[in-house]
C-alpha cells in the first residue's frame, strides 16, 4: 500500500538522523535541504529514556525567535503521512511545540520550536 504524505516537516536536529528515522517511522525519509530564517539554535537536555536511545543523546537542538534578520536555521523539509506525523509528536518531548512555518523556500511547513517561541509565534 502506497503512504501518502500529507505534512511537510521540517527538521533541524535529530529527526534527521537515520537511526531516529527507522526507530520513529520505520523508513528513511526523503528530504529537500531548506532553512528557517529568524531564528537561532540552542540546546536542552532531554531526559525521556526512549528519545535518548532513539537519538544516542541527551542534548538536543531547539529553536528559539531571533531579533537579528541575518540569523537562520539549515535543516530538510520531509513528507509525512498523518501517522508519521503523530509518531513525530510522540517523540518530541514537551520543550518543544509543534508550530507551522514558513521557510526561506516558500514552503510552509511544520517545525518543532522552543515551546515559548511556538506561542510567541502563534503555534498549536
Given at each position: ?36 530564517p ?6 536542552i ?42 509518531a ?14 514558513v ?20 503555534g498549536?
Amino acid at each position: 500500500m502506497a503512504r501518502s504524505a500529507h505534512h511537510q516537516l521540517f527538521s533541524y536536529g535529530t529527526l534527521q538522523s537515520r537511526e531516529v528515522q527507522l526507530a520513529r517511522f520505520g523508513r528513511l525519509l526523503d528530504g529537500t535541504p531548506d532553512a528557517l530564517p529568524r531564528y537561532r539554535m540552542t540546546y536542552i537536555e532531554i531526559t525521556d529514556p526512549d528519545v535518548i536511545a532513539a537519538s544516542g543523546t541527551n542534548s538536543h537542538p531547539l529553536l528559539v525567535i531571533s531579533s537579528e534578520e541575518t540569523d537562520v536555521v539549515e535543516g530538510t523539509v520531509f513528507s509525512l503521512t498523518d501517522d508519521e506525523l503523530a509518531a513525530a509528536d510522540d517523540y518530541e518531548v514537551d520543550d518543544y511545540a509543534r508550530t507551522q512555518v514558513v521557510l526561506r523556500s516558500g514552503t510552509q511547513a511544520w517545525a518543532y520550536l522552543g515551546a515559548q517561541a511556538a506561542e510567541e509565534s502563534g503555534g498549536r
